[in-house]
């Protein structure tokens, strides 16, 4: 993975505790960056595979602090307003600034519309649609108020750019991510705040295990299907998507904003 320079700048990472957001976490600390990790910490009825805990966001911490820079662990619920405000207040009592913004936190339960129920969509709207714009919004605030500009980096997917059989209510809020992001690049471009989103598709995580454990027959059948594949074959590892996250994050890509980047395998070429 190439180097970047975020010596003295802190990266504020949302779902961190594993996955795609340790991986992230550890990244940053790896080129020069305190982290702020948050996580819910707790699985919730809707998400219908576990999620992760406390202890996992430790281990996040642990890894961060092993590549000699600062972490702080907030438990958050990214949907949840007043939690969202109160992380980002305890990021800045303990750094005094969030410079880059690495919106990951998402949720997978599996479902076909016509099975799913109100409360699963509801949570799934919330938390990868409704948490994105929130932690954008209490960060963004920030990054206008103390000027200098900022990056803000949003996990979308492949199945914000296609469509996803049995996770129709995933694939409505991580198209709605790409729609926030760029509208987010326009706002904030005059602040010279950059917003971009990544759009993996499935990486080799404890997420995905989770989602595949829970898929039935006929969701499956129809996945085959009609569902992208990965071209170049294995499926793609977190640090793949760390790789992009970086360079957004990085003065490199600083005239980079409203993109929505496919670290796919290919997945949206077919």
Same mark, same amino acid.
């Given at each position: 993975m190439a180097q970047y320079?975020?010596?003295?700048? !802190?990266?504020?990472?949302?779902?961190?505790?594993? =996955?795609? &957001? *340790?991986?992230?976490?550890? $990244?940053?600390?790896?080129?020069? #960056?305190?982290?702020?990790?948050?996580?819910?910490?707790?699985?919730?009825?809707?998400?219908?595979?576990?999620?992760?805990?406390?202890?996992?966001?430790?281990?996040?911490?642990?890894?961060?602090?092993?590549?000699?820079?600062?972490?702080?662990?907030?438990?958050?619920?990214?949907?949840?307003?007043?939690?969202?405000?109160?992380?980002v207040e305890e990021a800045l009592s303990e750094f005094g600034r969030i410079d880059i913004l690495a919106n990951n936190a998402g949720i997978a339960p599996v479902s076909g519309l016509m099975d799913l129920d109100e409360a699963t969509w509801?949570?799934?709207?919330?938390?990868?649609?409704?948490?994105?714009?929130?932690?954008?919004?209490? !960060?963004?605030?920030?990054?206008?108020?103390?000027? =200098?500009? &900022? *990056?803000?980096?949003?996990? $979308?997917?492949?199945?914000?750019? #296609?469509?996803?059989?049995?996770?129709?209510?995933?694939?409505?809020?991580?198209?709605?991510?790409?729609?926030?992001t760029k509208t987010l690049a326009m706002e904030l471009a005059p602040h010279d705040v950059t917003v971009n989103a990544v759009c993996p598709s499935a990486v080799d995580t404890a997420m995905t295990s989770g989602i595949v454990e829970t898929i039935d027959d006929d969701i499956a059948e129809i996945a085959e299907q009609s569902g992208p594949d990965n071209v170049l074959g294995d499926i793609i590892q977190a640090e793949d998507v760390s790789a992009a996250f970086m360079w957004l994050s990085s003065d490199d890509a600083r005239f980079v904003t409203g993109i929505a980047l496919p670290v796919a395998a290919g997945a949206t070429a077919v």
């Open positions: 320079d975020f010596d003295g700048k !802190v990266a504020f990472v949302t779902g961190a505790a594993r =996955g795609q &957001g *340790r991986s992230h976490a550890v $990244s940053y600390a790896e080129n020069g #960056a305190d982290v702020v990790v948050t996580d819910i910490c707790e699985t919730t009825e809707e998400s219908k595979y576990e999620l992760s805990g406390e202890e996992e966001l430790a281990e996040t911490v642990d890894a961060v602090e092993s590549r000699g820079r600062d972490a702080l662990a907030v438990k958050m619920d990214v949907s949840k307003e007043a939690e969202v405000e109160y992380a509801d949570a799934t709207l919330d938390v990868n649609l409704k948490g994105m714009w929130l932690c954008a919004k209490h !960060v963004g605030r920030h990054m206008i108020e103390r000027g =200098g500009g &900022g *990056r803000i980096v949003n996990t $979308s997917s492949v199945a914000g750019m #296609a469509s996803s059989p049995g996770l129709g209510h995933y694939t409505a809020a991580k198209h709605g991510v790409i729609g926030l």
